[in-house]
């Protein structure tokens, strides 16, 4: 008799029912568990923003209030579920990343997504200190060199850098005082006390409101996965290159800030056309990093999507001009001339020394600045270029 029949012959019918139930309901298990567990898994590997995203999306002002984590940061709740900086990250798409961009760019700007063509308007307390907390919360991350947070956000966070552009690029090359213990500044307060100049903006406007991003390590490092996006590193580059042009244009004939007192050389513009070497060597090396990560499309292709998405070149006016708009205006700065197109453009436009100084060199011919007053700023420029140019 086979093993089977003895088996049947030994245990009555209902037992024998009940085992084989168990063993099946077992195998069931085993199998479908797995598949639960899996499904879970792909529910909670990310997030959608927030309902009250889209209410914020459409008002500003609302968005600044809703998202304001205080003068001390420590509101920052609602700010961590818009973003979701811990837990699950923010799903990529309409939902995810371009909801929750879009009520951030609203909430630092003072304009919604789709009108940052409209003329802005010097930030407000809040605003600010909602771009402060958003590259407090984006900053920390796993990795040395690069947060982590969705690609997706790129964009948006770009519209924000830009916005505080003179901000972002004081930040990414200096960072604030070391005594500066707040996450805004107004122009009044950013006035050094000996009456010498101003530490948030060479020329204050007089109503602008500074965000002091915290620790100018992490401005970096959220800026440089900014930069992964061929379309938000052409709004940063195009922000930074408008700023340099307003910032030259502004100097004397002896290439200082009006009010320097000559003994005090060029040191004011020293560190200011630093800074922006730095910001632009920065984002040079940001894109190298990315495309090698793979975070970004192959380097020639990364290049070509920037000269689709920039703006085109700028270029400071041939006297010095004295106005003092609003910082929070100097992105929206119209270019000069278009960047051009095929190869030979995409070649002039992606190498940050010919953007820097083909226009400086330009601008000193054209207002005559002193060839060795030239040169000493052309050294510095290039010296915070090539120390910017590798990611540490």
């Known amino acids: 008799m086979s093993l089977l029949g003895r088996i049947r012959g030994a245990v009555p019918r209902r037992v024998l029912l009940l085992i084989v139930g168990g063993v099946l309901t077992l195998a069931l298990v085993a199998v479908l568990v797995p598949l639960l567990v899996l499904d879970e898994d792909d529910a909670e590997a990310c ?11 459409r008002d500003p002002e609302r968005a600044a209030k ?39 760019v609203a909430a630092t700007t003072g304009r919604t997504a789709d009108d940052q063509h409209k003329p802005a308007r010097p930030h407000t307390e809040r605003a600010a200190r909602v771009a402060h907390a958003a590259v407090l919360l984006l900053s920390e991350g796993r990795k040395q060199y690069l947060p982590d947070f969705p690609l997706g956000l790129n964009p948006y966070l770009a519209q924000m850098f830009a916005a505080y552009i003179q901000d972002t690029s004081r930040s990414v090359a200096y960072g604030a005082p070391h005594d500066w213990q707040h996450p805004t500044a107004t122009d009044e307060e950013a006035e050094f006390g000996d009456g010498s100049g101003n530490w948030a903006t060479p020329f204050p406007h007089g109503h602008d409101v500074h965000v002091a991003f915290p620790e100018y390590e ?148 054209e207002r005559g600045v002193p060839p060795g007053r030239a040169e000493r700023l052309r050294i510095r420029m290039d010296t915070r270029y090539a120390n910017s140019l590798n990611l540490p």
């Open 66 to 104: 809703a998202l304001d984590p205080g003068p001390g940061i420590t509101r920052t709740g609602p700010l961590k579920r818009l973003l979701h900086t811990t837990g699950a990250p923010l799903c990529e798409g309409a939902d995810g990343t371009e909801l929750a961009g879009r009520a951030l």
């Open 218 to 365: 992490r401005a970096q490092k959220v800026v440089r996965r900014v930069a992964a996006s061929p379309r938000a590193f052409a709004m940063l580059y195009d922000a930074e290159r408008a700023r340099f042009a307003w910032y030259l244009e502004r100097l004397t004939d002896d290439a200082q800030e009006p009010g320097d007192k000559p003994k005090d050389g060029v040191l004011s513009t020293e560190m200011e056309l630093g800074a922006s070497a730095t910001l632009v060597a920065e984002l040079m090396a940001a894109r190298t990093f990315a495309v090698k990560e793979g975070l970004a499309p192959p380097l020639a292709q990364f290049d070509r999507a920037v000269l689709r998405h920039t703006r085109g070149l700028y270029h400071p006016a041939d006297h010095q001009v004295r106005s003092r708009p609003s910082a929070a205006t100097l992105a929206q700065r119209r270019p000069d001339a278009s960047a051009g197109s095929g190869k030979r453009a995409v070649q002039r436009l992606m190498d940050g020394r010919v953007q820097l100084f083909a226009v400086f060199d330009a601008w000193a011919r």
């Open 47 to 57: 997030r959608q923003a927030p309902v009250s995203a889209r209410a914020q999306a």
